[in-house]
Structures are given as structure tokens and as C-alpha cells.
């Protein structure tokens, strides 16, 4: 068994109780690979913000779990060699089975997460607690759910959304023993998170998404002060991203994403932690795309994994600063 901590990692136990406090959100982005993973922590290093590395299952199988520990290993160091010894959490993001997270806990994750959120009520807390009492034996956090999230993005899917009951919360906290806990007030997963006829359309015609339930993480809140909620299936689906992939070659329709002054004010409040994936995947696949269609005869890796993985650190740079709040807050 390899211990997180000898990786130089940490679980997100204080970086949560500070987030609360301090109205911001910790970032969790998913990789799959390098570029992706260089551009996560040079943004975090340069705006020194926390950070939660998050592996799905899907990326889990696509990059070896014992390459993913080295590659942990690796990114404390590249943050200590860029100067800022950032926190960093490695986590599985919906574990699917008590098999599938005990692996990660026992090959370096710091956090996992174990998704009962579509089984019934009675099966998702005994599956939930079984994850915990085997995770916090070694120190290591445990993140559930409640409630389903609509949309597709690797194993994880469903067509409609079923919205966390407050009611439940306070029961399943206390039966599982969970860490944090993820809810479902509207967002959803994937780059086609609603349909043209769930929104409205603004002066400029562009699609406009409901507003989130504010109402029920309010209710939750109520239930579990101060307690450490996530929010899955949160990227933002930047339209000029979406364009550059249509322009060059690309057919995304109607993609809209959750609007980034939702995302702010849910982050100051119990939301620590908000799940961004499908925007690193337009933002690489748009810069991909497009330098291969404005230069065919290219075939050297680098000259367009570079810009897209620039591409990327500006994006989540930004994502710091401006919409989770977590700049700065890295040495808190």
C-alpha cells in the first residue's frame, strides 16, 4: 500500500473547513493526461490557489492508476520547483464500487468518492459507510451523494435529474460518516447540459440556462452548517470555445453551461469544492482544432499540445480569480 502522504499529497479535510470560512470554492479539475495536468498546476501555482487533482473512472483506466500515483508524486515536486508549495489533493471522482475506491486508497488517492446516489436510499448509505470506514483508516476523505445529476461524461449518465431531498441530508451524514457531500440543484454533466427549450434567450440570442436551486442548497445548509457541500457537472461551456470548435471542423450545438455568477455565489457559500471537466476539454479541443485546420502539414505533437495546454491555464487561471474565489488562498 502507498500512503498519500508519502507522495507529499493531503486530504481535503482543513482545505474544506477553510473554504467554508472563507467563501471560495477549491478547484477540481479532471485530467487524462500530461498537458492537462501541467496546465492545472501551473495555474494554481501562479494564482496560489488550492487545488483538487480529479481522476474519473474512465481516465483512471485510460492512464494506469500506477502511472497516475508517479504522476502525483511528480506534480508536488513541479509545484515546489515552480515556488509555491500549493496543497494538492489527488481524488477519485465517482467511484462506482467499494472495489474501485479501495484500489485508489490503496495506491495514493487522498480522497475518493463513492457515487450510491443511483441506488435506493438504504443501499447508497451502507455503501457509503463501508468507503468511509475503509478510507478513514488511513486519513483518507470520503465524499458522497445524494441525488442524480443529468447529463453524460465518461461512465457516468442519466437523462434526468432527480434533486438532492434536504430532508435526507442530515441522516446520510450521520449514517455514513462522509467528509463532504455532493448535491443536485441543477447542474448537470457533459457540454450539453440543457436543451434549447429548458432556456430562454437573451437580447443578443444567445441561450440562457434556468437559474440553479439556491433554494434547496439553502434548506441543506440549514440541516448541515457549515458542512462541506460539492457541486458536480459545473462547467461553464465558454461559447468561444464552442465556436472555435465549429468553425474548425467541429459540430456542437446549442452546448450551454452553467453561467460563471452562479457558480460565484454558490462558492460563497457551504459549496468548497466545484467540479469543472467538459471546460478543459472544449478549451483543448478548440485549440487543437483549430491550429490543425489553420496548419494541415503540422504533425509534431507539441506545436499543438503546447498552445492548447496554454489554453488551459489561462482558462483555469481565470476560473481561480474570477468564479471559485480560490486565489490566493493556497498558504491560508
Same mark, same amino acid.
Given at each position: 500500500?502507498?500512503?498519500?502522504?508519502?507522495? $507529499?499529497?493531503?486530504?481535503?479535510?482543513?482545505?474544506?473547513?477553510?473554504?467554508?470560512?472563507?467563501?471560495?470554492?477549491?478547484?477540481?479539475?479532471?485530467?487524462?493526461?500530461?498537458?492537462?495536468?501541467?496546465?492545472?498546476?501551473?495555474?494554481?501555482?501562479?494564482?496560489?490557489?488550492?487545488?483538487?487533482? +480529479?481522476?474519473?473512472?474512465?481516465?483512471?483506466?485510460?492512464? &494506469?492508476?500506477?502511472?497516475?500515483?508517479?504522476?502525483?508524486?511528480?506534480?508536488?515536486?513541479?509545484?515546489?520547483?515552480?515556488?509555491?508549495?500549493?496543497?494538492?489533493?489527488? /481524488?477519485?471522482?465517482?467511484?462506482?464500487?467499494?472495489?474501485?475506491? @479501495?484500489?485508489?486508497?490503496?495506491?495514493?488517492?487522498? !480522497?475518493?468518492?463513492?457515487?450510491?446516489? #443511483?441506488?435506493?436510499? *438504504?443501499?447508497?448509505?451502507?455503501?457509503?459507510? @463501508?468507503?468511509?470506514?475503509?478510507?478513514? +483508516?488511513?486519513?483518507?476523505? %470520503?465524499?458522497?451523494?445524494?441525488?442524480?445529476?443529468?447529463?453524460?461524461?465518461?461512465?457516468? !449518465?442519466?437523462?434526468?435529474?432527480?434533486?438532492?431531498?434536504?430532508?435526507?441530508?442530515?441522516?446520510?451524514?450521520?449514517?455514513?460518516?462522509?467528509?463532504?457531500?455532493?448535491?443536485?440543484?441543477?447542474? !448537470? #454533466?457533459?457540454?450539453?447540459?440543457?436543451?434549447?427549450?429548458?432556456?430562454?434567450? &437573451?437580447?443578443? $440570442?444567445?441561450?440562457?440556462?434556468?437559474?440553479?436551486?439556491?433554494?434547496?442548497? @439553502?434548506? %441543506?445548509?440549514? @440541516?448541515?452548517?457549515?458542512?462541506?457541500?460539492?457541486? #458536480? $457537472?459545473?462547467?461553464?461551456?465558454?461559447?468561444?470555445? =464552442?465556436?472555435?470548435? &465549429? *468553425?474548425?471542423?467541429?459540430?456542437?450545438?446549442?452546448? =450551454?453551461?452553467?453561467?460563471?455568477?452562479?457558480?460565484?455565489?454558490?462558492?460563497?457559500?457551504?459549496?468548497?469544492?466545484?467540479?469543472?471537466?467538459?471546460?478543459?476539454?472544449?478549451?483543448?479541443? $478548440?485549440?487543437?482544432?483549430?491550429?490543425?485546420?489553420?496548419?494541415?502539414?503540422?504533425?509534431?505533437?507539441?506545436?499543438?499540445?503546447?498552445?492548447?495546454?496554454?489554453?488551459?491555464?489561462?482558462?483555469?487561471? /481565470?476560473?481561480?480569480?474570477?468564479?471559485?474565489?480560490?486565489?490566493? /488562498?493556497?498558504?491560508?
Amino acid at each position: 500500500m502507498t500512503s498519500y502522504k508519502e507522495l $507529499g499529497l493531503v486530504n481535503t479535510r482543513d482545505m474544506f473547513k477553510k473554504a467554508v470560512k472563507g467563501g471560495y470554492a477549491i478547484p477540481a479539475y479532471n485530467f487524462n493526461n500530461m498537458e492537462q495536468l501541467q496546465a492545472i498546476v501551473q495555474a494554481c501555482v501562479e494564482t496560489k490557489s488550492p487545488v483538487i487533482l +480529479q481522476v474519473s473512472k474512465g481516465a483512471r483506466d485510460y492512464a &494506469n492508476i500506477n502511472l497516475l500515483r508517479n504522476m502525483a508524486r511528480g506534480v508536488v515536486e513541479y509545484a515546489h520547483e515552480l515556488g509555491c508549495d500549493i496543497p494538492i489533493v489527488l /481524488h477519485l471522482d465517482h467511484g462506482d464500487s467499494f472495489e474501485t475506491c @479501495k484500489e485508489c486508497i490503496d495506491n495514493g488517492f487522498s !480522497s475518493v468518492m463513492i457515487d450510491g446516489s #443511483h441506488l435506493p436510499y *438504504e443501499e447508497n448509505v451502507a455503501l457509503t459507510k @463501508k468507503v468511509v470506514d475503509y478510507a478513514h +483508516q488511513f486519513d483518507i476523505t %470520503v465524499e458522497g451523494e445524494l441525488g442524480v445529476l443529468a447529463g453524460i461524461e465518461d461512465e457516468v !449518465s442519466s437523462e434526468t435529474s432527480h434533486y438532492t431531498k434536504p430532508e435526507e441530508v442530515e441522516d446520510f451524514v450521520s449514517k455514513t460518516g462522509v467528509d463532504s457531500l455532493a448535491i443536485s440543484v441543477g447542474t !448537470s #454533466h457533459g457540454a450539453y447540459k440543457f436543451t434549447a427549450a429548458q432556456c430562454t434567450r &437573451n437580447a443578443d $440570442g444567445i441561450l440562457v440556462p434556468p437559474e440553479l436551486r439556491f433554494d434547496i442548497l @439553502k434548506e %441543506v445548509e440549514k @440541516k448541515l452548517p457549515g458542512f462541506p457541500i460539492v457541486l #458536480h $457537472g459545473s462547467s461553464s461551456v465558454p461559447q468561444e470555445y =464552442v465556436k472555435m470548435i &465549429n *468553425e474548425h471542423g467541429g459540430k456542437l450545438k446549442d452546448s =450551454v453551461g452553467i453561467p460563471e455568477e452562479q457558480l460565484r455565489k454558490a462558492a460563497k457559500s457551504a459549496v468548497c469544492k466545484i467540479n469543472i471537466d467538459s471546460d478543459g476539454r472544449l478549451a483543448m479541443t $478548440g485549440t487543437i482544432r483549430r491550429i490543425l485546420d489553420e496548419k494541415p502539414a503540422e504533425f509534431d505533437p507539441r506545436k499543438y499540445l503546447g498552445p492548447a495546454r496554454e489554453a488551459l491555464k489561462e482558462m483555469y487561471m /481565470h476560473k481561480n480569480k474570477y468564479v471559485l474565489g480560490s486565489a490566493g /488562498h493556497a498558504l491560508d
